[in-house]
């Protein structure tokens, strides 16, 4: 392909704005590999819990930290994230809420949901 065509170029991320549906699809999608990821942690915690005190004590020790408090957080923001979008999903399913304006309406109060349970989960585990 010469350097000097004048055709015009196929729109890209940089250029192209992707909906609110579209965001919201590709994060459901990764939510759900994050999901995946945390219930490989959930499995290794739950043996190092059959595995003795030592191996608790140490697995304890990564989840009590900065990285595991982060990683902790992200996994229920996952799980909520994946939930209320899934409930949204239901609806959709049903035939409610198809038009654009529902659809972004939706997408909004999924987020909020998320932030919400997410902020009122870790309050009330930590105090």
Known sequence: MPWNDKRPMSPH???Y????TAKLSILHRG???????GLILLAITLASVASGESAWESMRWVLSSWFGYLVLIGFTAS???HFCNGIRHLFWDAG???DL???EKSATIVLIATVALTVFTWVIALI
């Not at 704005?17 to 609110?20: S, T």
């Not at 939510?31 to 990821?37: E, F, H, K, P, Q």
């Open 31 to 37: 939510t759900g590999a994050i999901l995946t990821i």
């Open 101 to 103: 304006k529902s659809a």
């Open 13 to 15: 991320l940089q250029i």
């Open 79 to 81: 799980l909520y994230y």
């Open 96 to 98: 409610k809420g198809l």
């Open 17 to 20: 704005k992707l909906p609110i």
